[in-house]
């Protein structure tokens, strides 16, 4: 099965639906979407049954993507420490992570066609996320 490195991401929800993954030796774009029932034949493996949309992204995306995520990192570092808090996250205090955020959301929606598509189990493999393919999935 063809399995993707999720990279980095969005830390909206408890599975990435947007960010970076490794695809091969490049690093592209995706967006995925948690779908409802999983299929018979996979109730009984591990993972959040999803769709996933992978585009070709260029340097432009990848840097500010992140950019945005190490501003984020270092204030949730901070968070989990208690040396912050809420009303200090990024998106409320910090000029320069809703900058990003707002570049990063404008590179996402010029992305064009994906270059691959499937559905899959997003799931955890030794602390990381994971995106793996169901067999003849892929389009």
């Known amino acids: 099965m063809t399995k993707f490195d999720i990279q980095s991401y969005d830390r909206f929800l408890d599975i990435p639906l947007r960010g970076l993954l490794n695809m091969g030796s490049s690093v592209r774009a995706f967006e995925a979407s948690e779908l409802g029932d999983e299929p018979v034949e996979?109730?009984?493996?591990?993972?959040?049954?999803?769709?996933?949309?992978?585009?070709?992204?260029?340097?432009?995306?990848?840097?500010?993507?992140?950019?945005?995520?190490?501003?984020?990192?270092?204030?949730?570092?901070?968070f989990d420490a208690g040396l912050a808090d809420k009303a200090t996250h990024p998106l409320y205090a910090d000029q320069n992570y809703q900058r990003l955020s707002s570049r990063v959301d404008r590179l996402f929606e010029t992305l064009g066609p994906p270059a691959f598509e499937s559905t899959g189990l997003m799931h955890v493999v030794d602390g990381r996320f994971v995106f793996e393919c169901l067999p003849n999935a892929n389009t």
Do not use: M, P, Q, T
């Open 42 to 78: 996979i109730a009984d493996r591990s993972g959040v049954y999803s769709s996933i949309r992978v585009f070709d992204c260029g340097d432009v995306l990848h840097r500010a993507f992140k950019e945005k995520i190490a501003i984020f990192n270092d204030w949730r570092a901070r």
